[in-house]
């Protein structure tokens, strides 16, 4: 039996990357899965890739940093399958900069999407989830927010403050039955850490890793399942770290 068989799942960021790879894998457990990407035609191609495979899909052009696009993305969830079981914030971005040198709409460009966007797809799925008094959401955070970010401090401290977040929410959702969780990615082969370092520097950093590679996305991918299943129903406030061991708790 598919874990995620008659769920309906978000995935923010769903359009690449690690985001894609969890959207995929929920569909292939049965979820239907709404897509929601700030491009159209990208959250487009996985929704087409996800119903080639037999699954079901919405895509959704979603800006997560906006209450009003967040909002008309939950209403097109509920409209087209009438509830929300899981939420996965993935939607992020990491530009770098020193703090010396960073203009303000940069923070707050970086805050909005990762740390202020997790909290409007929170706050906008939560209803809904009390009202079936289930549901899951599951945020991404990062590595650099457990040790900070050279040139990244505005990255670090949202994806620090993504950790909190969840841990709070944890706590006020949990007599309803709606667990929170986080994920925490190593480095992996996406485009994310592609834009800070060449090709020959991501792959030596897979010797300073225990199990001596870095991360795929289908290894967050899994865990994601595993979040959204219910193999983790006593599960919650936690925070799941899929590094190969790069960072030990």
């Not at 969830?77 to 992020?92: E, I, Q, S």
Request: with cysteine; hydrophobic share 40%; charged share 20%.
């Amino acid at each position: 039996m598919q874990r995620l068989e008659g769920r309906t799942a978000i995935v923010t960021g769903g359009g690449q990357g690690i985001g894609e790879a969890i959207a995929l894998a929920m569909a292939e457990e049965g979820a239907s899965v709404v897509v929601a990407e700030l491009r159209e035609e990208t959250a487009d191609a996985v929704r087409r890739k996800i119903e080639e495979g037999g699954g079901t899909a919405l895509a959704h052009a979603t800006d997560v940093s906006r209450e009003g696009s967040v909002e008309a993305m939950v209403r097109a969830c509920l409209d087209r399958f009438g509830k929300v079981d899981v939420l996965v914030n993935n939607a992020g971005i990491y530009p770098t900069n020193t703090v010396a040198e960073m203009p303000e709409d940069e923070w707050e460009r970086v805050i909005g999407t990762n740390l202020f966007g997790t909290f409007l797809c929170s706050r906008a799925v939560v209803p809904q989830m009390l009202t079936q008094r289930s549901g899951r959401i599951i945020s991404i955070t990062s590595g650099r927010g457990l040790q900070g970010a050279d040139n990244g401090a505005h990255y670090a401290a949202s994806k620090g403050g993504i950790s909190g977040f969840t841990k709070s929410l944890a706590l006020e959702l949990a007599p309803s039955g709606i667990a929170v969780n986080c994920i925490c990615p190593g480095v992996s082969d996406t485009a994310q850490p592609r834009g800070h370092r060449t090709e020959e520097e991501l792959y030596a950093s897979a010797a300073r890793i225990p199990l001596a590679r870095i991360g795929q996305p289908r290894d967050m991918a899994k865990a994601a399942v595993f979040l959204a299943s219910d193999r983790a129903k006593f599960v919650t406030g936690q925070t799941v770290v899929v590094n190969g061991g790069a960072i030990m708790q």
